[in-house]
């Protein structure tokens, strides 16, 4: 972490977790646990159906909801989708794009996670933007080439000013549910490649304050350690952030 340069954050993504009545009342116990830890973000990416409910819990807390993905288009004929002025209009303004999930599952590619983060940038959301490289990159030896490529690819077009509301979730994928973490080490390998991919791109100014979260099998044990690296600006959480004394260890290592 550098919070002298760029904001923390810590972020749970739920995945296909939690009802409504859940979420409630996992909000309610967790709300209390990291009241006035303001250090850093605290968020929560919900299923459509339960982010009503989460807002309303969450509602005067440090809290922030926010939603697993998000459409490029406005309105239409994209069955099961749903777009960033609906996200809008209930009061949503965070939302994940490109987890590793929809790219392995649901065929979403580079190009239609640069078409969903710009449609959330033009809505006024901020984006959590997901990438990293499979088993097979980092074991090839070609991580560094894999993750600069897709993230050129996913910011392409992406001007300088819209990066203030883009943080950047480096997950590689072999270590997702895997309990397989990357050390702190090959961590901030990567994420230290993404700033000098953001450099490049946008200028050591835009790059310096730009968060680059770290995700992957982060829990209450690792967390600590992969925080105090340099270029890890937080954690993307998925297990750990459906139970609240684990996601709270968290948020605590980031104070
Ligand atoms: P786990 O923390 O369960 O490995 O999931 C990480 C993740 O995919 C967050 O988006």
């Not at 409910?53 to 809290?63: F, H, P, T, V």
Request: aromatic letters at 6%; glycine letters at 10%.
């Amino acid at each position: 972490m550098n919070p002298a340069k760029r904001r923390t954050v810590i972020a749970g993504n739920w995945k296909m977790n939690f009802t409504p009545a859940e979420a409630v009342a996992f909000i309610n116990e967790i709300k209390p646990m990291v009241a006035g830890k303001d250090n850093c973000d605290i968020i929560f990416c919900a299923p459509y159906v339960t982010i009503a409910a989460a807002l309303e819990a969450a509602k005067g807390s440090n809290i922030v909801i926010g939603a697993e993905n998000v459409h490029f288009a406005p309105k239409g004929a994209y069955t099961g989708e749903v777009s960033a002025e609906m996200l809008k209009a209930i009061g949503v303004d965070t939302v994940i794009i490109g987890h590793s999930e929809r790219r392995q599952y649901f065929g979403e590619t580079d190009e239609t996670v640069n078409l969903r983060t710009k449609a959330a940038l033009a809505a006024g959301m901020r984006v959590i933007l997901c990438m990293g490289e499979v088993k097979e990159q980092r074991e090839a030896g070609i991580t560094n080439e894999v993750c600069a490529m897709q993230i050129k690819l996913d910011l392409a077009g992406i001007p300088a000013e819209d990066m203030k509301n883009i943080v950047i979730a480096y997950e590689p994928v072999w270590a997702i549910g895997t309990g397989l973490t990357a050390t702190p080490e090959q961590a901030e390998e990567t994420c230290g490649v993404i700033r000098d991919v953001l450099v490049e791109l946008y200028g050591k100014e835009v790059a310096e304050a730009t968060t680059i979260q770290y995700g992957g099998s982060m829990n209450d044990a690792n967390a600590a350690d992969l925080l105090a690296k340099p270029n890890i600006d937080g954690g993307l959480i998925g297990g750990a952030s459906l139970v609240a004394k684990k996601f709270t260890a968290i948020v605590d290592a980031a104070q």
